[in-house]
């Protein structure tokens, strides 16, 4: 029987990877109510604290007030206004760029930057763990598409032998299920080489990393020379919505020209565009969001080791602790959250098999208190784990 999705969606339960929405009755930040149940929340990537700011939320309301509430057209139509100029120039400036383009959502961005990048006869080489927008950019580009082992220089050297046409090396910055970071000096060492331009997704890195916030690139001190193409999202460190590429001039006009998710899209609302521009202006200037961040990841990562839990190689917000099993990171979730805290459980196919997680994200918004709180929990329920494995 054709389209049997009752069946997929059993197979999917029975191989505990059916995924569920929780429904959120509260603004974000470290106390949500989710499902009607107030728990403390380790699990969004709102990772300088700013989705919910009041100076934030104030420049939305005035913008809204002075702009309106959509976007009414494409940006090439009548739906570039001025809030989306002025955050894109402020934009290329915190990328030291001459021009940054905005984009609806960082899947767009992607898309829309591979797409009009590369085709048929060129190359698209991607890291085996970038994200689903990159890998499906990489798809549908047309380009012969290939994925080098995991930040592995040599092996991605070993394909760009192999290349054709217009080549474009494209990787995370930050990887967003891991927390480790792409040796960006060794993959635009090895990109150059062979005439290929390095592509870097920057999504969780913009904030959290760089002396400004200006991600992985800032904090390898990195050109546009060695990363003409940089990609980042609004809906992360950032705390409100939309992505951007920040190029060359030419770049941002090509994508202006031939990237179809940007031409075909209505532009975000005006009043959006206002509270990014409030939101970039305290990720530059409030330095002790990124300190008090930094804190809270060594606090956790020691505390984590004295518990005896794996963690993976990341100096980053995103803290993952390596379980293996989907069902018992499933159920080691659900333990948490009858304790008051919440942080998800992810599982194939978002990971490899084998390799399911708790993925912790800390925040510039959680305590010192409020870490201990996680780290207690955690070992209560991994001691709890060990006896029930011991007696199975």
Same mark, same amino acid.
């Given at each position: 029987?054709?389209?049997? !999705?009752?069946? %997929?969606?059993? &197979? ?41 700011? +009041? ?18 057209? *494409? ?5 570039? *206004? ?11 400036? !915190?990328?030291? %760029? ?30 085996? @763990? ?24 040599? *092996? ?10 217009? $080549? ?16 960006? +000096? ?54 409100? &919505? ?8 030419? !770049?941002?006009? =090509? ?20 509270? $990014?521009?409030?939101? @970039?202006?305290?990720?530059? =200037? ?49 333990? !948490? ?10 599982? +194939? ?5 084998? =390799? ?5 994200? @800390?925040?510039?918004?959680? *305590? ?20 029930? =494995?011991?007696?199975?």
């Amino acid at each position: 029987m054709p389209f049997d !999705l009752a069946a %997929r969606l059993a &197979a999917r339960r029975a191989d505990n990877l059916y995924r569920q929405r929780p429904l959120l009755e509260s603004p974000q930040g470290p106390e949500v109510v989710v499902d009607g149940q107030p728990l403390l929340a380790f699990c969004n990537n709102d990772y300088l604290g700013l989705a919910n700011h +009041p100076q934030v939320i104030e420049a939305w309301r005035a913008g809204a007030t002075r702009w309106g509430v959509g976007g009414g057209a *494409s940006h090439l139509v009548i739906g570039h *206004s001025s809030p989306h100029h002025a955050l894109e120039e402020a934009l290329a400036d !915190l990328t030291g %760029r001459p021009r940054a383009l905005l984009f609806t959502t960082g899947y767009m961005a992607n898309l829309g930057a591979v797409t009009a990048l590369v085709g048929q006869g060129d190359t698209v080489l991607e890291d085996r @763990l970038n994200h689903a927008s990159l890998l499906d950019a990489g798809l549908l580009s047309g380009a012969r598409f290939n994925r080098y082992l995991h930040n592995d220089v040599r *092996s991605l050297a070993n394909r760009l032998e192999k290349a054709t046409g217009n $080549t474009l090396v494209v990787t995370d910055g930050v990887f967003s299920m891991d927390g480790d970071i792409a040796d960006l +000096p060794a993959l635009a060492r090895a990109a150059k080489a062979k005439g290929a331009w390095l592509m870097v997704d920057d999504a969780h890195g913009f904030g959290p990393l760089g002396a400004q916030g200006g991600g992985v690139v800032e904090h390898f001190g990195l050109s546009q020379d060695d990363v003409p193409v940089l990609v980042g999202t609004l809906g992360k460190a950032f705390g409100t &919505a939309g992505a951007f590429v920040a190029g060359s001039e030419a !770049l941002v006009e =090509s994508l202006i020209q031939f990237a179809r998710p940007y031409i075909y899209t209505t532009s975000q609302p005006p009043a959006l565009a206002c509270a $990014t521009l409030k939101s @970039l202006e305290l990720l530059r =200037s409030e330095h002790w969001r990124r300190e008090h961040l930094r804190g809270l990841i060594r606090q956790f990562r020691q505390g984590a080791e004295q518990i005896g839990l794996q963690l993976m190689d990341s100096f980053t917000p995103i803290q993952p602790i390596l379980v293996g099993d989907a069902g018992q990171a499933m159920h080691l979730s659900q333990r !948490l959250r009858e304790r008051g805290l919440m942080v998800t459980a992810i599982r +194939p196919p978002t990971v490899p098999a084998g =390799s399911a997680r708790l993925r912790v994200t @800390l925040t510039a918004a959680h *305590s010192e208190a409020q870490v201990q709180r996680l780290l207690d929990a955690l070992a209560d329920c991994f001691a709890r784990l060990a006896k029930e =494995s011991s007696h199975a």
